[in-house]
């Protein structure tokens, strides 16, 4: 099972490490840095070897990332993975910024349900079983987001389960919510939100979530 350094150090952007296993052009590591999509966090960008990593799977508690053919690794082999910087940390911001939207939601509207969400580098957004506009919520939610950024309170992680990697992140005096996502170290690194409504279908709102900087 990789040893998966994102949870430890979400900002490291290169490591040295050995390939574990190879099955032609699928590849699992001992160590890994690179993100493999997961509750809705699109996968990291990079390279494992000088090789663009093509697709990363998560399968149970390891992780296979797809090279293109003829890579030439074998197990034991030494590489290094280089990370797409600017894409991680807009993929971490923005993760934040959405289950921020999330629980500010939850607290405006108790009892609403979330029915999917998606984080791009570009945009997040999360979907509502909901009925009317829920732009009506926006003006609070840019309010106590824009505080809570401002604030810069410490975003803890840590395991619930260890032995099942079960994690959680926690603003203290905010909330706290199982995840196994990338996260920065602070609020005060989401900066300033923009939301935009969306109606789906009948009964379903989507908020869609993008960064001002």
């Not at 984080?119 to 824009?146: N, Q």
């Amino acid at each position: 099972m990789v040893d998966k350094l994102f949870w430890q150090d979400p900002y490291l952007t290169a490591l040295k490490t050995k390939v574990a296993a190879v099955d032609d052009e699928r590849v699992r590591l001992e160590e890994t840095i690179f993100f493999a999509f997961s509750g809705g966090q699109e996968s990291d960008a990079g390279t494992i070897a000088g090789h663009s990593v093509l697709s990363a799977e998560k399968e149970g508690l390891d992780i296979v990332y797809t090279l293109p053919a003829g890579h030439g690794l074998q197990a034991g082999s030494d590489v290094e993975i280089v990370i797409d910087w600017e894409r991680r940390y807009r993929l971490m911001r923005l993760h934040f910024a959405a289950e921020m939207v999330l629980q500010l939601v939850y607290k405006l509207r108790p009892g609403i349900e979330r029915i999917g969400a998606h984080i791009s580098a570009d945009k997040a957004r999360v979907d509502f079983a909901h009925e009317g506009s829920i732009a009506t919520l926006f003006p609070e939610i840019e309010r106590e987001a824009a505080a809570l950024s401002n604030a810069s309170r410490p975003i803890v992680t840590a395991f619930t389960d260890e032995a099942a990697q079960r994690r959680y992140w926690e603003v203290a005096g905010f909330a706290r919510m199982a995840c196994g996502g990338t996260h920065p170290r602070t609020t005060a690194e989401i900066g300033v939100l923009k939301l935009k409504r969306k109606n789906t279908g009948k009964g379903k709102e989507r908020i869609e979530i993008s960064l001002a900087g």
